[in-house]
Each structure stands twice: as C-alpha cells, then as structure tokens.
Nanobody, 115 residues
Framework: QVQLVESGGASVQAGGSLRLSCVVSGIIFSINAMGWYRQAPGRQRELVASITNGGRSTNYADSVKGRFTVSRDNAKNTVYLQMNSLKPEDTAVYYC????????WGQGTQVTVSS
C-alpha cells in the first residue's frame, strides 16, 4: 500500500520561505517521477512542480517558477519542495504524488501566507 506523508507546512508572512517534505513508502521510490501539487480553497488541485526519478530534470508551473525548487533524496524515499519569496496566492494545502499516475492522496500539509 502506497503511503504519502507530507510535512513542513506553516503560516508565514509574504516573502518568507518554507521547505516541505514528503516521505513515500510502498513503492520503489527511485523509479518514480514525483510531483508536488496544491489545492487552494474553491480551486482545483494543480501540479506546481515535478521531478524525474533520478532528479536530473524538473518542471514548474509558471506561477512558481524561479521561487520554488523541487528535489529528492532516493536514499530516504523523500521528495522536497523549497519555497522562497512566498506570496499570499501560494496559500493552499500541498500534496506530493506520482507525477503522472496518481496514488491515493496523503493528508497534505497546509501553507498559509499572509500579506
């Protein structure tokens, strides 16, 4: 059974930084491309960043490009999202999951950015 456990969310002021972590179990993590998603109130869940299985290639939504960085540690079955220069519009619940084939979603981690 696949488990995705996100952590690191918090309430911060605009301009601040956070680092999210997601520990993955139940799959061979190192062969899976992973993504970070977010869902704001009243909006659909969206993909904000993805990373290939080996970590050599990453992609970002235009809204976070240049501010967010996705990385992974295959030895720890963990994917990270470094978020800098946070804006109020980044407020959402953040989730990790496979970049293409979605497993059962974890509980997510709340990020709240105040102006």
């Amino acid at each position: 059974q696949v488990q995705l456990v996100e952590s690191g969310g918090a309430s911060v002021q605009a301009g601040g930084s956070l680092r999210l972590s997601c520990v993955v179990s139940g799959i061979i993590f190192s062969i899976n491309a992973m993504g970070w998603y977010r869902q704001a109130p009243g909006r659909q869940r969206e993909l904000v960043a993805s990373i290939t299985n080996g970590g050599r290639s990453t992609n970002y939504a235009d809204s976070v490009k240049g501010r967010f960085t996705v990385s992974r540690d295959n030895a720890k079955n963990t994917v990270y999202l470094q978020m800098n220069s946070l804006k109020p519009e980044d407020t959402a619940v953040y989730y990790c999951n496979h970049a293409v084939t979605k497993y059962t979603w974890g509980q997510g981690t709340q990020v709240t950015v105040s102006s």
